[in-house]
Each structure stands twice: as C-alpha cells, then as structure tokens.
C-alpha cells in the first residue's frame, strides 16, 4: 500500500515515483512474517519459526521510488519505519521486497509486499522499549528477525546494562542478545551505572 499527495505509476517500466512533504509524507504499509520461540535440538536453545501470520511495518518519507523488477523499495528524506515493537529512523533506505512466487515457511508468496531486508543509512536511530540503539548504517533482516549497526561509531544504550559501543553491533528484535565486534585500534567499551 502506499499514500501520498502525489504518484506517479509508470506502466511500461513496472514502476512508481511517490512524493510528499514534511507535513504530509509518502507512507507504505509492508508486510512481515512474525516468528515464534521454539525449541530446537538443543534443549537450551530457541530458533524462530515462522507462524505464518505477517504483521506490517509502516514506513514514511519525503519520496519513494519502486522498480518491480528489482523488488527494492528506494526512501529518502527523513526516513520513518515502525513495526510491533521497534521503530527506525535515518536519512535513506532501501527495502527489498521477497521475490515474487518464492515461498517462506509454509506459505507462497504471489506479489505480496513481504519484506526481505532493509538498509538503512545516514543518522540512524533504532528505538525499542528498553533500549536504544544510534549509528550510520543499519541493516535489518526479516529472515532471523536482525539489525545489524555499523558506523559512527555505533552504539547501544539499555537502561540495566548501560551503554556500549563497538566496530559492529549486532542485536536481535525479540530478545536481549547484542553481538559487539571490535579491533585492534577501535576496542569495544561498556559504560555502565553503579548504584550506590
């Protein structure tokens, strides 16, 4: 679905040119399998599972563009997305769309707007109910449900861990894990409160 005081469809190219303002910004609605806990092999460990349901993820900017043929969703100008229990803010992203008739989980998709993954860039900020997360680049797979933030340095605040910061932090929609990568010349550090 996409809304916005201007459209333009290009028949031929399979394509659209969307425009809005500050005020009234193009918005899109897209879709994304939701994923459950469930054991795996390992009795102390869960993988996520397709449920089959998809919850959407609005998204709002200044301009959209989309080619068909690339499945790939092009934002710019104070970029805005929000899902169930996140939300995503940078200059530009780039959303790639599921290809056409490949199924995911149980299910064939058939022209449905399912989100693959989203490359975020410029400023972002990525907000969940207990943390925080700021950088230059963030890439979201919808596959196991990952962001992985890159640039600026990147950096994560949670309120019971503090705040950390890394080459590469890694983290995960549904739960509290955080991958941070370092190196040589560019440590990971933690910052922490002690309550006294």
């Known amino acids: 679905m996409i809304e916005a005081p201007t459209i333009q469809f290009d028949r031929d190219h399979r394509s659209v040119v969307a425009e809005g303002t500050t005020d009234n910004p193009v918005r899109t609605v897209l879709a ?3 994923k459950e806990s469930a054991p795996s092999q390992h009795k102390s460990a869960k993988t996520a599972q397709p449920l089959g349901r998809s919850s959407p993820i609005t998204i709002t900017a200044k301009r959209l563009s989309y080619v068909d043929s690339d499945r790939k969703v092009h934002y710019e100008g104070g970029v805005f997305a929000k899902g169930t229990d996140f939300t995503a803010s940078s200059k530009t992203a780039d959303a790639y769309l599921v290809p056409r008739n490949q199924p995911t989980g149980n299910q064939a998709v058939s022209g449905v707007g399912r989100l693959d993954r989203m490359v975020s860039q410029g400023n972002v900020v990525v907000q969940q109910t207990n943390r925080r997360a700021e950088g230059e680049t963030l890439v979201y797979t919808a596959a196991d449900d990952k962001f992985v933030l890159t640039g600026g340095p990147p950096s994560i605040f949670d309120a019971e861990r503090g705040k950390v910061t890394g ?3 890694t983290f995960f929609r549904r739960d509290d894990r955080v991958l941070v990568e370092g190196e040589g010349s560019t440590p990971v550090v933690t910052t922490t409160r ?3």
């Open 167 to 169: 080459v590469s932090l």
């Open 32 to 34: 994304q399998a939701e």
């Open 194 to 196: 002690v309550a006294r």
